[in-house]
Structures are given as structure tokens and as C-alpha cells.
């Protein structure tokens, strides 16, 4: 089983940046892709960015130039760097971590969700 818990979450003016960290446990961390989706208010859930096991980053096209995706293997944490945020960008940010499963589709593990609020 996997245990997933994001941080970092906080209210930044526009321009800013915020870290968003996801630390992972009880799972073989180094063994599976993770990702980072966000859900603004009366929106749907989008994917962000993912990162495969082997260090291979994609964006959306929303923040691809201005987010950076990374994983520390030996601390099990995803971070997800913010950089020049935007309104647009208001959302709760959820981690997600994709389990492969020999003989089964994949299973993805979310967090509990970290606030990011960008203000004008």
C-alpha cells in the first residue's frame, strides 16, 4: 500500500513561486512513475506533469516552461516547482504516484490535496 502527502500549498501573489512537495511511503518509490494533477474551483481534474521512474518529464502545455517536475529517490519525495504563477494556477494540487502491477492494469494512489491560491 502507498501513502501519499503533499506540502507546500500556500497563498503567493501573482509572479511568485511555490514548491510543492509529496512524500511517499510504504511503497517501492524508485520503481514508479509519479505525477502532480490540480482541480480549481468548478473545474474538472487535469494533469499537470508526470515523471516516469527513470527521470523522464512531460507537462501540460499550461505550465510547461514554468513548472519543474523532480523526484529525490532517497527522501521518496515528489516536488513539483511553481515559478511564475498565475491566477489561473489557483488550484488544490494532488500527487499522484501510478503503480505498475505485473499482469494488471496500473493503479494510481492520490494525495489528499495541497491548497495553492495565486492572487492578482
Known amino acids: 500500500q502507498v501513502q501519499l502527502v503533499e506540502s507546500g500549498g500556500d497563498l503567493v501573489q501573482a509572479g511568485g513561486s511555490l514548491r510543492l512537495s509529496c512524500a511517499a511511503s510504504?511503497?517501492?518509490?524508485?520503481?514508479?512513475?509519479m505525477g502532480w494533477y490540480r482541480q480549481g474551483p468548478g473545474q474538472q481534474r487535469e494533469w499537470v506533469a508526470s515523471?516516469?521512474?527513470?527521470?523522464?518529464?512531460a507537462y501540460a502545455d499550461s505550465v510547461k516552461g514554468r513548472f519543474t517536475i523532480s523526484r529525490d529517490n532517497t527522501k521518496h519525495t515528489l516536488y513539483l516547482q511553481m515559478n511564475s504563477l498565475g491566477p489561473e494556477d489557483t488550484a488544490v494540487y494532488f500527487c499522484?504516484?501510478?503503480?505498475?502491477?505485473?499482469?494488471?492494469?496500473?493503479?494510481?494512489?492520490w494525495g489528499q490535496g495541497t491548497q495553492v491560491t495565486v492572487s492578482s
Open positions: 499522484n504516484l501510478r503503480l505498475t502491477r505485473l499482469g494488471r492494469p496500473p493503479f494510481d494512489y
Open positions: 510504504g511503497s517501492a518509490f524508485s520503481n514508479n512513475g
Open positions: 515523471i516516469t521512474s527513470g527521470g523522464a518529464t
